[in-house]
C-alpha cells in the first residue's frame, strides 16, 4: 500500500514564529488531507488538497502531485496551534484514508 | 465545526461486556467510516460504509461488528474485547467515497 511519511516528527516553535511540515507520499494520490489534531482528539479539517495552493488565514499549503509531497506553512505561529498535524491520503477509487505518523507542534511563549 | 457526532465519549467496559458506539452524520453524506487510533500506531481504518453497504472490512477482528441502518447513522458493537483494543475510535463521513472526509470527536474506549 502507499507510504506516507512526514517531517519533522516533532516541532517546537517560540509564538510568532514560522514553520513549515513536510508530507511526502509514495504513489500517486487522489485525495491529500491536512488535518490538526487538538488534545481532546478532534481531528479538525485544515485543508483538503490533493494539487495545488490553497491559503486560510495563517495556514497555507502546496501539494506538488508530480513529485509526490505536501507541504503545510505555519505562520506567525500562537500556543493554540499546539498539537499532531496530520497528512493523510487516498489513492486510485479507493475510500481509506491513509494516515502518516504526523508531526507534533508545540508553540511556547 | 463539525456535523459528525459521536456517543459516548467516553467509555471503560470490561472484557465480557457489550456495548456500542453510535455515530450520526448531519453533513448529507453517502460514505461512513470507523477508525482506530491507538497510542503506538497510526490512525488505521476500520470499515468503510457507502450508501449504508460496507465496502470494506480492513481485516478486523469479529469481537467488532459494524452496523448502518442508514446514510446518517454508523454503529460500532463491542464484545468480549481485550485490553489492546483500548484506543480512541473515530468516525468520519464524506459525500462519497475519494471525496474529503470529516472526523467526529471520537470515542475513548479504556478495556479493563
Known amino acids: 500500500g502507499i507510504q506516507v511519511e512526514q517531517s519533522p516528527p516533532d516541532l517546537i516553535l517560540q509564538e510568532g514564529a514560522n514553520s513549515t511540515l513536510r508530507c511526502n507520499f509514495s504513489?500517486?494520490?487522489?485525495?491529500l488531507q491536512w488535518f490538526h489534531q487538538n488534545p481532546w482528539g478532534q481531528l479538525i479539517n485544515l485543508f483538503y488538497i490533493p494539487s495545488g495552493t490553497k491559503q486560510n488565514g495563517r495556514l497555507s499549503a502546496t501539494t506538488v502531485a508530480t513529485e509526490r509531497y505536501s507541504l503545510l506553512y505555519i505562520s506567525s505561529s500562537q500556543t493554540t496551534d499546539s498539537g499532531v498535524y496530520f497528512c493523510a491520503v487516498s489513492t486510485g477509487t479507493a475510500s481509506k484514508l491513509t494516515f502518516g505518523t504526523g508531526t507534533r507542534l508545540q508553540v511556547t511563549l | 465545526e463539525t456535523g459528525v457526532t459521536q456517543t459516548p465519549r467516553h467509555l471503560v467496559m470490561g472484557m465480557t461486556n457489550k456495548k456500542s458506539l453510535k455515530c450520526e452524520q448531519h453533513l448529507g453524506h453517502n460514505a461512513m467510516y470507523w477508525y482506530k487510533q491507538s497510542a503506538k500506531k497510526p490512525l488505521e481504518l476500520m470499515f468503510v460504509?457507502?450508501?449504508?453497504?460496507?465496502?470494506e472490512n480492513n481485516s478486523v477482528p469479529s469481537r467488532f461488528s459494524p452496523e448502518c441502518p442508514n446514510s446518517s447513522h454508523l454503529f460500532l458493537h463491542l464484545h468480549t474485547l481485550q485490553p489492546e483494543d483500548s484506543a480512541l475510535y473515530l468516525c468520519?463521513?464524506?459525500?462519497?467515497?475519494?471525496?474529503?472526509?470529516?472526523f467526529g470527536p471520537g470515542t475513548r474506549l479504556t478495556v479493563t
Open positions: 460504509y457507502n450508501f449504508k453497504e460496507q465496502t
Open positions: 468520519a463521513s464524506s459525500l462519497d467515497r475519494s471525496y474529503e472526509q470529516y
Open positions: 504513489d500517486s494520490v487522489n485525495n
